[in-house]
């Protein structure tokens, strides 16, 4: 049996979220926007998340908050992070604190999409 895959994406606005939707339309995704995380959103991530995708650019305190989430997070979710060129010394952290990969902004919400593609169908498929 399958699971319906669901995607969080920490975010300051809605930008990515909506592009990921309209990027995974018709597909049997569910895309969740959140600015925060609070106790029973990181219950949510830990049970029914397939994807935690922090965006550290837009985040309050440019990156630190989501360098606080990523360690809360570490090793009980899948999560990638999306940086600019200027946290690029937090890269290395990231991988440490268990990101599966990051990427680096500019990118397009069609080729995130694509690459995120891969993450959620390998933890989608239950045994």
């Given at each position: 049996m399958q699971s319906t895959p669901q995607?969080?994406?920490?975010?300051?606005?809605?930008?990515?979220?909506s592009g990921l939707r309209r990027e995974w339309s018709g597909q049997n995704v569910r895309v969740l926007f959140r600015d925060s995380i609070d106790?029973?959103?990181e219950s949510t991530i830990r049970?029914?998340?397939?994807?935690?995708?922090?965006?550290?650019?837009?985040l309050p305190v440019t990156g630190v908050t989501?360098?606080?989430?990523?360690r809360k997070m570490k090793r009980q979710s899948n999560f990638l992070c999306l940086i600019n060129q200027d946290q690029r010394d937090h890269a290395r952290d990231l991988i440490d604190l268990g990101a599966i990969c990051?990427?680096?902004k500019p990118i397009s919400v069609h080729e995130l999409a694509?690459?995120?593609?891969?993450?959620?169908t390998q933890t989608s498929i239950s045994p």
């Open positions: 995607v969080i994406v920490l975010e300051e606005t809605p930008w990515l979220t106790s029973e959103m049970n029914e998340c397939q994807l935690l995708i922090i965006d550290m650019e837009t989501g360098l606080k989430i990523a990051y990427f680096e694509s690459r995120c593609q891969q993450f959620i």
